[in-house]
């Protein structure tokens, strides 16, 4: 049935198995994209809000955790979407779209090494991060603050997965997840890099 209404130049609805909100179909249009951007800041300037040629979908709010009232005694995680893993990957975290998240030891790890660590994130250079990892997952940093008392612990292990592409479905899937796994281990705060 599917197959006919296609034929007919009949559009798809959910009701014929379509998954995806929208075929991208290539049209002509009057104006150049120069022209069209330049129309588009100048209604934005003059306070449209709502123009746009790529609408974005809705994301959920996510209110902010309570301060922590003794960071000098609380247990501190590292969790990042940038995809750091052992070199080599070798658990295969995907480097867009992650179905899944990873945790690797910490414990007795001051610093992340390049040659050692690396990130395999699909949406942006890795170069800078794969130099130096801590850039990403400042275990260095967090370390320090736990020598100097700023912090009373780091966890004995992070979480990672990769962000880029992620639907957010699945993202908001990992932080229920994560907040379960970091509360079970009496995490009391959390420190999310991102890239």
Request: net charge neutral; aromatic share 4%.
């Amino acid at each position: 049935a599917a197959i006919t209404k296609l034929a007919t130049g009949a559009t798809l609805t959910a009701a014929d198995g379509r998954v995806v909100k929208a075929a991208r179909i290539g049209r002509l249009v009057d104006q150049r994209a120069a022209a069209r951007a330049v129309e588009l800041v100048l209604r934005r300037l003059g306070g449209d809000q709502q123009s746009t040629e790529v609408p974005i979908g809705g994301f959920d709010v996510v209110e902010p955790a309570a301060p922590v009232d003794k960071v000098a005694s609380a247990t501190v995680a590292l969790v990042t979407e940038a995809a750091v893993v052992p070199i080599g990957n070798p658990d295969r975290l995907e480097s867009a779209r992650a179905t899944r998240w990873l945790r690797y030891p910490i414990d007795g790890v001051d610093s992340l090494t390049s040659g050692t660590w690396e990130s395999v994130a699909g949406g942006f250079a890795t170069t800078a991060a794969n130099a130096d990892p801590n850039r990403v997952l400042p275990l260095d940093a967090a370390r320090t603050l736990e020598r100097e008392g700023a912090i009373g612990r780091l966890h004995g292990e992070f979480m990672v997965t990769v962000g880029n592409g992620t639907p957010v479905a699945t993202a908001r899937r990992f932080g229920v997840e994560w907040a379960a796994e970091l509360r079970k281990a009496g995490v009391q705060a959390a420190i999310l890099t991102a890239t």
